[in-house]
T-cell receptor, first 114, second 114 residues
Framework: GDSVTQMEGPVTLSEEAFLTINCTYT??????LFWYVQYPGEGLQLLLK?????DKGSNKGFEATYRKETTSFHLEKGSVQVSDSAVYFC?????????????FGKGTKLSVIP | EPEVTQTPSHQVTQMGQEVILRCVPI?????FYWYRQILGQKVEFLVS????????KSEIFDDQFSVERPDGSNFTLKIRSTKLEDSAMYFC????????????FGEGSRLTVL
């Protein structure tokens, strides 16, 4: 069935390190793709999105490119900060008509240490 | 900035008891959702609600679950007779329309069933 798979956490990095969190999806068609972030004690917030193949979403130094050929949407940041410590969720929109249900990955917890 | 608010933030209940989780979506939004995340697992779609009726629901959303929009501001999720496996974080979300991709999430309500 359709699903979203993201790399297992937790991920622990030193400040200024390079971050990659892998995400792959399965779907019939070309859904919109999203990264959501959950900071400690807060709700899920949209970090970035891409709506079609080869689109690059970016926000707060994070980037992800919609790769149709590899069905991937990996999240990257060149230099992480302690304030980036959070849980990151990859999500996929539907490919057919509907009420716009999102399908989420399990989430990857990132801890950045000074 | 408008936000989705949820109450309670944490509820502990005995198995078999009824629980009502409350959400106040963003005021001009039209589509409302409940998701849940069992600890260590994926964020799962439960139900979507539009125009005072359920528009889509998952297989998780069985007869023990119900949703209601009793007035112009609240959106509630009721679990009639809680089971141990209902223990999870429940997220409410809303969006204005179907053309924009973003769901706005609340901070979540943690339900613990003993």
């Amino acid at each position: 069935g359709d699903s979203v798979t993201q790399m297992e956490g937790p991920v622990t990095l030193s400040e200024e390190a390079f971050l990659t969190i892998n995400c792959t999806y399965t779907a019939t068609g070309y859904p919109s793709l999203f990264w959501y972030v959950q900071y400690p004690g807060e709700g899920l917030q949209l970090l970035l999105k891409a709506t079609k193949a080869d689109d690059k979403g970016s926000n707060k130094g994070f980037e992800a490119t919609y790769r149709k050929e590899t069905t991937s949407f990996h999240l990257e940041k060149g230099s992480v900060q302690v304030s980036d410590s959070a849980v990151y969720f990859c999500a996929r929109g539907p490919t057919g008509a509907g009420s716009y249900q999102l399908t989420f990955g399990k989430g990857t917890k990132l801890s950045v240490i000074p | 900035e408008p936000e989705v608010t949820q109450t309670p933030s944490h509820q502990v209940t005995q198995m078999g008891q009824e629980v009502i989780l409350r959400c106040v979506p963003i005021s001009n939004h039209l589509y409302f959702y409940w998701y849940r995340q069992i600890l260590g697992q994926k964020v799962e779609f439960l139900v979507s609600f539009y125009n005072n009726e359920i528009s889509e629901k998952s297989e998780i959303f069985d007869d023990q679950f119900s949703v209601e929009r009793p007035d112009g501001s609240n959106f509630t999720l009721k679990i009639r007779s809680t089971k141990l496996e209902d223990s999870a974080m429940y997220f409410c979300a809303s969006r204005y329309d179907l053309t924009t991709g973003e769901l706005f999430f609340g901070e979540g309500s943690r339900l613990t069933v003993l």
